[in-house]
């Protein structure tokens, strides 16, 4: 009794412990709760509202180009867009929903049929098979095992089960809904996040524009925008010197990704890829609208605020005169279409000229015209000639006699000669080289008769002096120090012949140097004497005849004029920022009156009897100098050789006072052509520049009087 009675004391007692136990445990679980809910509930409360602020930079419309006269010639046309722009941590699956919405409201298809073809085309085997994957997730589980995916990165997985998808079933009746589907969703998977996204641009229809801009609830990251193309009023006039800007497809250059990025583009921003479109980009691009967007932690957007304004593009004012270029096209494609009818000149293909003011380097017109069909083509119809201006910066020919002023430049500077040494024109030989001479026996030349009959002989002689003969015999061997070339070419290059000539523009050739340590390098220094040896551009003609049109200063020639801030009101131009003075590289360091020597050879050229122009300009007012130029050439298809010859010009006018300078290249004419092409389109530059002046002269004229009367 006593056993059991002691039994039942101590049950109680054991329960009261257990209870004592559980009340210890729960006390403290409240104190714990007391600590998150007092002390530490503000902190907890601050975590879970958290957000995150990231800054996009959104672009803005690129400036435009106006030519000297205020004449628009680049600008932005505005177009209709739909626009993706992606928040952070966006999944494809969220993409696709997207893009199925999408193309209940808009039509992907280009509506060309050839168009549409290209386009469905494009849609690859593994876009067929993103689209499967994202569309079956069920199924894509069973393309690979749990052992298998255990070794395997993310990535690599990815791969796996798209290599295991076969074509039946991605290919397997899928309707032009699904294809049109496909291409959405490629477009928005380009996006980068908080970065706008063209999905359409082109044939928006204000139709699809409202149904987009009335379901944007519906499609997250959608918006109904406006983009711009670039549209060029002139339409071919000068564009390809204009340049192009990739495509919102094409982005920046793969190539230069790293410098671009460091500058603050996205990569699928626009850019100049060519030409002044490239040259001045750091003006056209304007300054990003900065946007900070406030997310939670899921990615979900919950604010934005403008925190840095963009900007539009600054304007570019450039030297060209569209109107004048206008009209120099016209005058070099219907010269290169006369002289290439009924099977003439098979090999020319093309025709260059600039025109610059000599004074500041201003140009005025850059051209070029030529065919773009195959070289071996004899058959050629109006429409094959296309703009080729750039060619009149890229594209080297041996210049002929134009550089004669240069080479007795350098007969003066050089001491070799002195203004009014004469000689008798007449063949020289060189013993083991063939007789060479002028285009006829000129007899007694000096230094001007010789520019205005264009002797060869005397340049001859200019070339063996400063090799170190002076006591020339015919047929017998001369001295000849082949350190003349150096010093000869050194000469050249004060006026801009074989070096950049510093034309603001993305490339330029400098020409083909020729070797002159070769056996013949004595002969082949009397052909660079009168331009059959290097090669020289018609924009370092025109930069030489420049120099000596102005007196002997090499200024810089240069497409730009001005930079203008955007427009205020988006009619009038907008304040000068920047204004392009005169550059002047170099003075040729000699006596002045040498150059007054030149300039005389170069006006008598024109205008005195027996100069080589002279026929062609007799009856003309320009007052112009300038020296003409023939030079032979050769051409090379499929292993053959074929002679030609170019026909070239120098010219600046009026004489006493040069308001434009230019140079004309024509390559590759057949020998024996009677052609006077350089001539021809020389002086109907002349007349195209004199006639426009005097319109404007006049219109200027009637407004000041309409004015004073009012």
Do not use: C
């Not at 009149?392 to 210049?399: E, K, Q, S, V």
């Not at 030609?644 to 308001?659: G, K, R, W």
């Amino acid at each position: 009794m006593k056993k059991e009675k002691k039994q039942k004391a101590q049950l109680p007692f054991r329960l009261n412990i257990l209870f004592f136990i559980v009340f210890l445990l729960f006390a403290v679980l409240i104190l714990q709760l007391g600590v998150v809910q007092i002390l530490n509930g503000e902190s907890f409360q601050e975590e879970i509202n958290r957000t995150t602020q990231d800054t996009t930079k959104l672009p803005v419309p690129r400036g435009e180009i106006y030519d000297r006269n205020h004449n628009v010639i680049a600008k932005n046309k505005p177009m209709y867009a739909i626009t993706y722009t992606p928040p952070k941590g966006v999944q494809a699956k969220d993409r696709l929903e997207v893009a199925q919405k999408l193309a209940l409201y808009i039509d992907m298809f280009h509506p060309d049929k050839d168009e549409k073809e290209k386009q469905i085309n494009r849609i690859t085997d593994r876009d067929k098979k993103e689209y499967w994957y994202v569309l079956n997730p069920d199924k894509v589980k069973d393309k690979l095992s749990v052992e298998e995916a255990a070794d395997m990165e993310p990535a690599e997985q990815y791969k796996v089960i798209l290599d295991r998808i076969t074509e039946e079933e991605y290919d397997n009746n899928l309707s032009e809904q699904d294809l049109e589907i496909i291409l959405i969703k490629k477009e928005l998977d380009r996006a980068y996040a908080l970065t706008p996204q063209i999905v359409k641009s082109e044939n928006v229809t204000p139709e699809e524009y409202a149904r987009v801009a009335e379901h944007l609830s519906e499609l997250p990251g959608i918006n109904a925008t406006t983009d711009w193309v670039r549209e060029f009023p002139y339409d071919d006039t000068f564009k390809n010197i204009i340049g192009n800007v990739s495509t919102e497809k094409e982005g920046v250059p793969a190539e230069n990704i790293d410098y671009y990025l460091a500058k603050g583009y996205n990569r699928n921003d626009r850019v100049g890829l060519s030409g002044l479109e490239e040259q001045y980009e750091d003006f056209l691009r304007g300054r990003k609208e900065q946007v900070e967007y406030e997310m939670s932690k899921s990615g979900v957007i919950l604010d934005s605020n403008v925190v840095v304004p963009g900007e539009s593009g600054k304007d570019l004012i450039l030297s060209i005169d569209i109107e004048f270029q206008k009209m120099v096209d016209e005058i070099l494609k219907s010269e290169l279409e006369a002289e290439t009818q009924g099977g003439d000149n098979r090999f020319l293909r093309d025709v260059m000229a600039v025109v610059m003011n000599p004074n500041t380097g201003e140009l005025l017109a850059v051209s070029g015209q030529g065919y773009y069909d195959d070289p071996k083509t004899e058959a050629r119809e109006k429409n094959d000639i296309v703009d080729v201006g750039y060619k009149a910066l890229y594209d080297a020919h041996r210049p002929g006699s134009t550089v004669k002023g240069a080479t007795v430049l350098a007969g003066y500077e050089s001491g070799v000669i002195n203004p009014g040494d004469s000689l008798v024109d007449k063949p020289i030989k060189i013993a083991g080289t063939e007789e060479k001479g002028s285009w006829k026996n000129l007899g007694w030349v000096d230094d001007l008769s010789a520019l205005k009959q264009s002797s060869n002989v005397y340049m001859f002689f200019i070339a063996m002096k400063m090799g170190g003969e002076y006591n020339y015999a015919y047929d017998k061997g001369i001295t000849f120090n082949p350190a003349a070339f150096t010093k000869m070419r050194n000469y050249f290059r004060q006026f801009g012949l074989g070096v950049p000539t510093g034309v603001d523009y993305p490339y330029e050739e400098t020409g083909f140097v020729g070797p002159t340590d070769i056996v013949g390098a004595a002969g082949l220094f009397q052909d660079f004497a009168i331009g059959q040896y290097d090669t020289f551009t018609a924009m370092q003609l025109a930069q030489y005849v420049s120099t000596i049109a102005n007196g002997g200063y090499r200024v810089q020639p240069h497409f730009l004029k001005e930079v203008r801030n955007p427009s205020l009101d988006g009619e009038n131009l907008g304040s000068v920022y920047k204004t392009v003075n005169t550059k002047i590289l170099n003075k040729i360091v000699m006596d002045d009156n040498l150059i007054n020597r030149v300039q005389e050879g170069f006006r008598q050229v024109y205008q005195e009897p027996g100069g080589t122009a002279y026929n062609y300009f007799k009856e003309t007012n320009f007052n112009a100098a300038g020296k003409t130029g023939t030079a032979e050439s050769d051409v090379y298809i499929d292993g053959e050789h074929y002679e030609t010859i170019n026909l070239t010009m120098v010219s600046y006018a009026p004489y006493d006072n040069p308001e434009i300078a230019l140079s004309v290249i024509v390559p590759n004419l057949d020998v024996d052509t009677n052609s006077a092409i350089n001539h021809n389109i020389t002086r109907r530059i002349y007349e195209a520049y004199f006639s426009l002046k005097e319109k404007r002269d006049q219109a200027n004229n009637n407004t000041e009087n309409v004015d004073e009367n009012e």
